[in-house]
């Protein structure tokens, strides 16, 4: 339809050169200039309305009447409502076209988390695409009519939404060599410099979602975690190795103390069996012998802390059972001699010397 009236409009203004008037006669710039342009749609559909009803006809012909003109564009209150319904319809189409993607991936068992979560997001952005050039076609827009907006908008893409943009191709990314997935537990930083852990809930078009096990939420955009080093505890293998620092005291049996470290590891649910605990002499400290059990364990999504409070209090009955004794600080106090302190212990002998007496 667009390049019908582009045609006919060069043929009107053509014709004139091809055909010269008699003589005694002018050509009239109504003549010469072209008709002005609407929506193509609202054309289509008001001939179709008129067609169907004489009374919606008239109707449309009303709406269609209160026009304003801006160089050759015509815009009528008809072309604002076609225009609106247009855009609605295109939405509606991309939602549930999405939606029903969405669920006919979601049946392809084949697919793992990952490859459907990057399916659907290629899906998505297609869909929409798709939508939006089915609206330019309905509205009868000369896609020749962009090239300077195309150029405006490639800048503003360039520097405004740069970011945007590398966020969005980062996660497809992050999907496609699956080195970041939902359900992976990372380390997280948060703005005081403390870490902690966190599972993936979400990975999407600007940000992954984390949250921690005091369900703070974390947003971390995708460019982040390709360019800084991240720290992913499920990336080939949930196994994971964790510490607990024990400290016994210099008197106690080291080898019993050890086999009962070994033993309230062991008496943990949720520490593996394979591969067994153990249990290293770290340090000679102040006040204790260092030791540190190592244990491993296979969900780290449910937490670490709890596993260490288990097999801490495990400890603390073998260790009371068996009378090994768990230290405390201690300190030697020398004073130095001085008359002031001489003259204090000689009052004192003094004063249990006269009680005594008495």
Not at 3 to 10: D, H, I, K, Q, V
Not at 126 to 147: K, M, N, Q, R, S
Not at 186 to 195: K, P, S
Request: hydrophobic share 45%.
């Amino acid at each position: 339809m667009s390049l019908l009236r582009a045609f006919l409009a060069t043929s009107t203004t053509t014709a004139p050169a091809d055909n010269p008037p008699e003589p005694g006669q002018a050509w009239s710039l109504a003549e010469a200039a072209p008709p002005p342009e609407s929506v193509e749609a609202a054309d289509d559909i008001k001939q179709a309305v008129a067609s169907k009803s004489d009374a919606m006809g008239a109707m449309v012909e009303t709406l269609d009447s209160m026009a304003v003109s801006i160089g050759h564009m015509r815009i009528s209150a008809w072309d604002g409502i076609v225009t609106i319904g247009i855009i609605f319809f295109c939405i509606a189409l991309a939602w549930l076209g999405s939606k029903l993607a969405h669920a006919l991936l979601k049946r392809m068992t084949r697919l793992d988390s990952t490859q459907q979560l990057l399916a659907q997001k290629v899906l998505t952005i297609a869909v929409w695409a798709a939508a939006f050039f089915i609206g330019i076609d309905l509205l009868g827009i000369d896609l020749t009519a962009f090239a300077v907006f195309s150029g405006a908008f490639g800048l503003a893409i360039g520097f405004g939404l740069q970011k945007t943009f590398g966020n969005l191709i980062a996660g497809i990314i992050l999907l496609m060599d699956k080195s970041i997935k939902p359900g992976d537990v990372i380390a997280v930083t948060d703005m005081a410099g403390n870490e902690s852990f966190g599972q993936i809930r979400k990975i999407g078009i600007r940000a992954v979602s984390v949250t921690t096990r005091d369900q703070r939420e974390y947003l971390i955009p995708n460019e982040n975690l390709m360019v800084n080093q991240v720290e992913n505890w499920s990336y080939s293998s949930k196994n994971v190795r964790m510490q607990v620092p024990v400290g016994v005291s210099y008197m106690a049996d080291l080898d019993q103390a050890e086999k009962l470290m070994l033993e309230a590891a062991k008496q943990c649910k949720r520490v593996l069996k394979t591969p067994p605990p153990t249990a290293w002499l770290s340090a000679y400290g102040e006040s204790s012998v260092d030791f540190v059990i190592q244990v491993w364990i296979n969900d780290p999504e449910e937490g670490v802390g709890n596993v260490r409070s288990e097999v801490l209090k495990n400890l603390w009955r073998l260790f009371h059972e068996h009378d090994v004794e768990i230290p405390f600080p201690q300190r030697d106090i020398n004073l130095r001699n001085n008359d002031q302190f001489e003259r204090l212990i000689a009052a004192l002998a003094a004063r249990e010397e006269s009680r005594s007496k008495n």
